[in-house]
């Protein structure tokens, strides 16, 4: 049985009680994992805040070094994690492989960037004296994590906290904490320094707490010595995050759900585009906040475009993840499998047309697991859910216009402010959409994709702040003005 990482021990929960953990491809138990409450939430606090006397010390440069130490243990265990990940959330192995590749690369790029944070000096107008800004870590920190992308999405906000120098507990989705809970105990392990003077990450400096988010989470949101929150998952849910975590005057990013539109204009390179629509919209079967959500297609390259995506998708294999065959997993929930037919067959009953897809795959194993085939829809009215909603699934409605200008009306159009891009050789059509497109990120003629590098997060009900370069770091820290007088 699985079991929580607190103060730098494996644990149950104080209660004992467990819950199974199932695959969704196959209905089966994969693993039991404590159900946490509230006072496993204050020990893990506990345990963080006694941590964090230290870590708040150790020099940047450790700190970053106790970083690359993670990855290091995380890469020779990657193996056993992505069947982990495979068996808990149904994405395919290659999936899988590509969240931890990820995850990497952001723990490494916090690891680089450590040692890079700087302060400022202020002249003041007081003779003899000047100003200073200085740079502190917060203290403990909350991240809750979706199902979606597990690992990825936890190490957005464990990154940038260690590097700063407070201490975290993760609270990962009740139904993927298996690759979550392996991960940290790994990243618990990691050292710094050298030879005899060599240390190991202070006990507490990560924690995870496993369970329903309605106890566990709840106590991350109210309890008054966790600092700062971070935040991935509905919108819906956003708002109570934000609600709840506002009274007590906490620092709160939110990344959101999305409905990010994709722009193909009619100099678009089409095998380039119709490629990565694809992948945009149905890897990780179409389970992503940033992910193409409608296609908007110049009418004029409309019948062409969706005649090659429709090759693609009527040859994709939806199976098992742990099978190398298999191309497409299931749906993680059953809930959202029966939310997005419910959206799909609400456009189809306003007119939109199924191009492909549609249903759920039937015989064999397939009836045992969330399955649901890749789906395209056109002909698809303004006023369909598919349309106005975000869809969390496989299924794609597609658009036409005659115009940029008609384009970007249409995108914005959407409560959500995610992602977007636009698929276009003309730097004039590029430009405008970069301007005018109400989104926290804009793609040219590339895939919907978070680098590490960049800022990101939404506007409009898409969230609250940012995760990823330089700029998540100032959502870690505490800037402290200091005036100092020469006497």
Request: charged letters at 25%.
């Amino acid at each position: 049985m699985a079991k929580m990482l607190i103060g730098g021990e494996l644990v149950d929960s104080v209660s004992r009680e467990t819950y199974e953990v199932r695959n969704p491809a196959t209905g089966a138990a994969v693993d039991k994992v404590p159900r946490g409450t509230v006072e496993d939430v204050k020990q893990a606090i506990q345990a963080a805040e006694t941590a964090f006397k230290e870590w708040s010390d150790t020099t940047a440069e450790d700190r970053g070094s106790a970083l690359m130490s993670a990855c290091e243990l995380i890469k020779k265990n990657s193996g056993e994690i992505a069947q982990l990940l495979t068996q808990e959330q149904g994405k395919t192995l290659f999936e899988s492989g590509l969240e931890i590749h990820h995850l990497l690369h952001g723990l490494e790029f916090y690891a680089g960037l450590a040692s890079k944070v700087r302060g400022s000096h202020v002249p003041l107008p007081q003779k003899g004296a000047y100003g200073m800004v200085v740079r502190q870590p917060i203290g403990i920190c909350g991240g809750i994590v979706p199902w979606n992308f597990p690992l990825t999405l936890m190490g957005t906000k464990l990154g940038p906290a260690l590097a700063a120098g407070n201490t975290i507990i993760i609270k990962p989705a009740s139904t993927t904490p298996l690759a979550t809970v392996r991960t940290i105990e790994l990243i618990q392990q990691a050292t710094y320094g050298e030879g005899k003077a060599q240390k190991s990450l202070p006990k507490g400096a990560v924690n995870v707490v496993t369970g329903p988010g309605g106890t566990v989470g709840e106590e991350i949101l109210r309890n008054p010595r966790i600092r700062r929150i971070a935040f991935t998952g509905s919108t819906p849910v956003g708002r109570h995050v934000m609600e709840v975590a506002g009274r007590e005057i906490k620092r709160v990013t939110l990344e959101l759900g999305g409905s990010d539109p994709m722009i193909v204009m009619e100099d678009a390179n089409l095998d380039m585009a119709v490629k990565m629509a694809d992948v945009g919209r149905f890897f990780n079967c179409g389970q992503m906040c940033l992910g193409v959500k409608r296609l908007f297609l110049h009418e004029s390259i409309a019948e062409k475009f969706v005649g090659g995506l429709v090759e693609i998708l009527k040859k994709k294999t939806v199976g098992n993840g742990m099978s190398k065959e298999t191309r497409m997993g299931p749906i993680h929930l059953e809930s959202q499998r029966q939310e997005v037919e419910e959206q799909v067959e609400d456009a189809k009953s306003r007119g939109a047309k199924t191009l492909v897809g549609g249903e759920r795959p039937k015989g064999g194993d397939l009836d045992r697991g969330h399955f649901y085939m890749p789906t395209l829809l056109s002909n698809v009215p303004d006023d369909a859910r598919v349309t106005k909603e975000e869809v969390f699934g496989p299924a794609l409605p597609v658009y036409t216009f005659k115009t940029i200008d008609e384009a970007i009306e249409k995108a914005n159009a959407s409560e959500y402010g995610l992602g977007s891009s636009i698929w276009t050789r003309n730097l004039i059509y590029a430009n405008k959409a970069i301007d005018k497109l109400q989104a926290g990120n804009v793609w040219v003629n590339s895939l919907h994709y978070g680098y590490d590098e960049l800022p990101f997060g939404g506007v409009k009900s898409s969230g609250v702040g940012r995760e990823h370069g330089p700029e998540a770091l100032d959502y870690y820290l505490e800037p402290k003005g200091v005036v100092v007088v020469n006497v």
